[in-house]
């Protein structure tokens, strides 16, 4: 995960600012202090997740954050004491779109579900893929919370249980950030469609092909008719995952 840079501008917090020793969700929990101001976490997480749709989660600091709120530079250090704690809103709130499948569905229909719903999420906001692995909130949780509830009593230990759901969610993160790589450089290409990216590889591809090195890629290459499906892609080989699931462990 690339270190998260320091806030440029230090601003000394509200006297009421949150205790450093507390963290952010258990603050939180705790009684909300009566209301001074129209500002919440809520429409704090929003408006930062918004900069980093459209702009670029790097543009996301707390004076920008104040600005597009319309409010004093020092007025989310109430809820928040910094750029750290904001990125847990801000994924905490992404997460909250997340719809967690039916526990009637079984686990297979579950973990697929879960999946697809996971990668959609993840590409309508691509920044998280590269904040979120190590971060705990509460709407976060309750992923793998689905995921190890889906395979809840089917005679597999925790610790099988566990490696289940990590085998489906690395092969999601896997593949999703391979699409959000590719988004970014065919951006930064200007390129919009699957011709013009492969147009504009041409010609470092077609010299690496022609070295003879490669065959198999080189008849992937030629004989590949789905190479834009990548949602096709994905299913695919998530099914495949799943299938050594079971098959594995006759589940």
Same mark, same amino acid.
């Given at each position: 995960?690339?270190?998260?840079?320091?806030?440029?501008?230090?601003?000394?917090?509200?006297?009421?600012?949150?205790?450093?020793?507390?963290?952010?969700?258990?603050?939180?929990?705790?009684?909300?202090?009566?209301? /001074?101001?129209?500002?919440?976490?809520?429409?704090?997480?929003?408006? *930062?997740?918004?900069?980093?749709?459209?702009?670029?989660?790097?543009?996301?600091?707390?004076?920008?954050?104040?600005?597009?709120?319309?409010?004093?530079?020092?007025?989310?250090?109430?809820?928040?004491?910094?750029?750290?704690?904001?990125?847990?809103?801000? $994924?905490?709130?992404?997460?909250?779109?997340?719809?967690?499948?039916?526990?009637?569905?079984?686990?297979?229909?579950? =973990? /697929?579900?879960?999946?697809?719903?996971?990668?959609?999420?993840?590409?309508?906001?691509?920044?998280? *893929?590269?904040?979120?692995?190590?971060?705990?909130?509460?709407?976060?949780?309750?992923?793998?919370?689905?995921?190890?509830?889906?395979?809840?009593?089917?005679?597999?230990?925790?610790?099988? =249980?566990?490696?289940?759901?990590?085998?489906?969610?690395?092969?999601?993160?896997?593949?999703?950030?391979?699409?959000?790589?590719?988004?970014?450089?065919?951006?930064?290409?200007?390129?919009?469609?699957?011709?013009? +990216?492969?147009?504009?590889?041409?010609?470092?591809?077609?010299?690496? $092909?022609?070295?003879?090195?490669?065959? +198999?890629? +080189?008849?992937?290459?030629?004989?590949?008719? /789905?190479? %834009?499906?990548?949602?096709?892609?994905?299913?695919?080989?998530? %099914?495949? $995952?799943?299938?050594?699931? *079971?098959?594995?462990?006759?589940?």
């Amino acid at each position: 995960m690339p270190a998260r840079r320091k806030e440029e501008t230090q601003v000394t917090p509200e006297p009421d600012a949150p205790q450093a020793n507390v963290f952010l969700w258990e603050r939180l929990d705790r009684p909300a202090p009566a209301p /001074r101001s129209a500002l919440t976490p809520a429409r704090i997480a929003a408006a *930062a997740v918004a900069i980093a749709d459209t702009e670029g989660l790097d543009t996301v600091t707390m004076r920008r954050l104040a600005t597009d709120l319309g409010v004093a530079p020092m007025a989310a250090y109430r809820y928040v004491s910094g750029k750290d704690e904001l990125l847990e809103l801000m $994924v905490d709130h992404v997460y909250g779109e997340l719809t967690l499948p039916d526990d009637a569905k079984g686990w297979r229909e579950a =973990m /697929r579900t879960l999946a697809l719903r996971t990668r959609t999420l993840l590409l309508r906001h691509p920044w998280v *893929a590269r904040t979120a692995v190590f971060t705990l909130t509460p709407n976060q949780l309750a992923v793998p919370e689905a995921g190890l509830a889906a395979l809840d009593g089917l005679g597999l230990d925790a610790d099988t =249980m566990m490696a289940v759901y990590r085998t489906v969610d690395s092969y999601v993160q896997g593949a999703v950030g391979y699409e959000i790589g590719l988004a970014e450089l065919m951006r930064e290409q200007g390129w919009s469609t699957g011709d013009e +990216t492969r147009s504009g590889l041409a010609p470092r591809l077609t010299w690496l $092909v022609n070295t003879g090195r490669y065959p +198999t890629f +080189t008849r992937y290459v030629g004989e590949a008719s /789905r190479k %834009d499906d990548l949602e096709g892609q994905f299913e695919t080989g998530l %099914d495949a $995952v799943l299938d050594g699931i *079971a098959a594995r462990l006759g589940i």
